[in-house]
């Protein structure tokens, strides 16, 4: 089954940013939506994004003011900006085909996951 992999986690001051990535091999990328979803300690996996074949974006809007997703299909790459980071956004980010039906599940397997840890 496809899988994603994501990175670009990492310790970041609040007030920080980061940027993920999120690639995989052949077309998955660049010819699926991708969504990003993330793991808040303590919580269930939640939708954050997802970002169409042809590069539009959809945010949640708790971090819409925030986020931004991207594509590059060129480099089968997806990208989450993450910016003025707070420690409430510490948790482990996923990237996975979203369901047509129900963007919150995704088809593939999911991946490890990237940390991201925001300190105060």
């Known amino acids: 089954q496809e899988q994603l992999v994501e990175s670009g986690g990492g310790l970041v001051q609040a007030g920080g940013s980061l940027r993920l990535s999120c690639t995989a091999s052949g077309t998955i990328v660049s010819g699926n939506a991708i969504a990003w979803y993330r793991q808040l300690p303590g919580k269930q996996r939640e939708f954050v994004a997802r970002?169409?074949?042809?590069?539009?974006?959809l945010i949640i809007d708790s971090v819409r003011d925030r986020f931004t997703a991207s594509r590059d299909n060129a480099r089968k790459v997806v990208f989450l900006q993450m910016s003025s980071l707070g420690p409430e956004d510490t948790g482990i980010y996923y990237c996975?085909?979203?369901?047509?039906?129900?963007w919150g599940h995704g088809l593939a397997s999911w991946g490890q996951g990237t940390q991201v840890t925001v300190s105060s």
């Open positions: 970002v169409a074949r042809d590069g539009s974006a």
């Open positions: 996975n085909i979203p369901s047509p039906m129900n």
